[in-house]
């Protein structure tokens, strides 16, 4: 073979190898973030992230660790459970958020008491940035989730300056941030959440997590969907696209993460249940299964459902025989909103709560886009 003719066999290869680099690169960058979150008060946490690992990302370690309103970290939540998961997650080099909340347990609440007396004292932010990169640190986590779920409009500055600097802090030790988020629909709306400024806060953090569930339960139902009633879906689709469009419209999409919820709604006991148990519940009532177009919500009933008003409370006397719940299809269509929005991937609450069958459905949606989504929705 003629040396210019190797030559050029040699550089077209080079050239062809470097390119398949480049793509592998690029497709393992695209790849959706998945982190799912664990619940160290259910001991089945544990034993379905030693099941399911591999479809995860990174583990948030739910129900641990928390802020009181003199701004010290504290770690109340900790036990065997989530001890046995941190040891687990390390054994496979899956990285670690602890999920530090304003979580009350004295009120069993999140407390806007909490952010309000930490944002508004230079000492105790300050010493809170420090407690919780040292947390990151000494840990060996690959960083901080922050779930402050009640902050006050009033704080919202304040809150936007506490994330910046916490999330320097974290950067400058190679951490780190994601932060929890309460879903929003727009700017204004709803006014109770304008202590959130989604564009501030995303700037600062690395995952910009949006609680897309919690849309309908017992009592309340988020405004302007679903008829402002409930019964309802726990986290219906046209819900979470509408809210999920407004986020990427103020935080880059390749940060934001959907929030899939493992748990339904039971509004004969006025409570929530997890997704292992739904068919348990069809089953013992026989009740027959329908599905919601708007939400891509199923549902099922076993007699007569009457529907209340936003705010009216759930009593013994209001109970009704229905379960909303979520099956492999919405799951699917659901998921199938981080192709179709360009998200970052998406968020699980919680393990411990799910099966197999979740885990298969997300795995499909993720690698799906808009043949998944309703008629009418691409």
């Known amino acids: 073979m003629k040396p210019g003719i190797t030559l050029a066999i040699r550089h077209f290869l080079r050239t062809l190898i470097a390119g398949c680099s480049l793509l592998l690169a690029a497709a393992a960058h695209a790849a959706p973030f998945v982190l799912a979150y664990t619940d160290g008060q259910v001991e089945a946490s544990y034993s379905n992230l030693q099941a399911f690992h ?4 990174a583990v948030g370690l739910g129900s641990t660790y928390g802020l009181t309103v003199t701004g010290k970290l504290h770690q109340d939540g900790m036990n065997e459970t989530t001890q046995n998961i941190i040891r687990f997650a390390k054994s ?17 609440a999140f407390d806007p008491a909490i952010s309000h007396s930490i944002l508004n004292d230079r000492a105790l932010s300050a010493g809170t940035v420090k407690q919780l990169v040292k947390l990151a640190k000494e840990g060996g986590f690959a960083g901080i989730n922050l779930d402050f779920e009640k902050v006050e409009p009033r704080n919202r500055a304040a809150f936007c300056a506490f994330v910046k600097t916490l999330g320097n802090a974290l950067h400058a030790g190679n951490k780190k941030l994601i932060i929890s988020i309460p879903p929003k629909l727009s700017d204004t709306e709803p006014e109770y959440l304008q202590g959130y400024d989604y ?3 995303g700037a600062a953090v690395d995952y ?3 609680m897309t569930y919690d849309q309908v339960g017992p009592g309340w139902s988020s405004g302007g969907f679903h008829n402002e009633a409930w019964p309802g879906p726990e986290s219906g ?5 509408a809210l999920l469009s407004y986020a990427v419209s103020r935080v ?12 339904g709604q039971d509004y004969s006991i006025g409570n929530r249940v997890h997704w292992s148990a739904y068919q348990e519940i069809i089953a013992e009532h ?4 329908h599905r919601d177009a708007a939400s891509a919500t199923p549902y099922a009933t076993w007699g007569p459902v009457k529907s209340f008003a936003d705010g009216v409370e759930w009593t013994p006397e209001r109970a009704q025989p ?13 998921t199938a909103l981080v192709t179709r929005l360009g998200l970052g991937g998406t968020s699980v609450w919680a393990m411990g709560y799910e099966n197999a069958e979740f885990w298969a459905a997300l795995q499909s949606g993720l690698k799906a886009s808009n043949e998944l989504l309703p008629t009418g929705r691409e």
Request: charged share 20%; aromatic share 14%.
């Open 54 to 57: 591999r479809n995860l990302s």
């Open 92 to 108: 496979q080099s899956l990285p670690l958020y602890p999920t530090v909340s304003d979580y009350n347990e004295d009120i069993g």
């Open 199 to 201: 564009k501030a806060l």
């Open 208 to 210: 910009f997590q949006v």
């Open 237 to 241: 689709f046209d819900w979470q696209q």
């Open 252 to 263: 880059p999409a390749s940060k934001v993460l959907a929030g899939l919820p493992a748990y």
């Open 286 to 289: 026989r009740a027959a299964t």
């Open 322 to 334: 229905v379960l909303w719940y979520d099956d492999a299809a919405s799951i699917k269509t659901k």
